[in-house]
């Protein structure tokens, strides 16, 4: 898949280039640099098998996992701490928000 492979190339730059993983720099790095590739054009791609969905959240966890005191949570937990949601809870309020806006006539060509 090529937002996968798109995702993990740039989180892997990222990772090796950044050496202090401060919460702050590296969610302004994941939120500009990775994330626009998981969720470019998600209401036309949306992955619907299982194991696309998993593996696209697959980068999340991965990024989770980099920053400073966050190695020993489980994946929830971490995404508690950083206020961030699942690509699925995503990708699920971002469809909803298109369908709000084609039942109220506010869809931009």
Same mark, same amino acid.
């Given at each position: 898949m090529y937002a996968f492979n798109k995702a993990t190339r740039v989180l892997g730059m990222?990772?090796?280039t950044i050496r202090h993983k401060d919460t702050r720099v590296m969610m302004s790095l994941y939120k500009t640099l990775v994330r626009p590739h998981v969720e470019y054009c998600v209401s036309a791609w949306n992955p619907h098998y299982i194991k696309d969905k998993k593996l696209i959240e697959k980068v999340q966890k991965r990024f989770t996992k980099t920053i400073n005191n966050m190695e020993g949570q489980i994946y929830? *937990?971490? /995404? &508690?701490? /950083?206020? /961030?949601?699942? /690509?699925? *809870?995503?990708?699920?309020? &971002?469809?909803?928000?298109? !369908?709000f806006k084609i039942c109220n006539w506010? !869809? *931009?060509d």
């Open positions: 990222i990772k090796r929830d *937990e971490r /995404l &508690q701490c /950083l206020k /961030l949601w699942t /690509l699925e *809870e995503s990708r699920n309020r &971002q469809d909803l928000i298109e !369908v506010a !869809v *931009e």
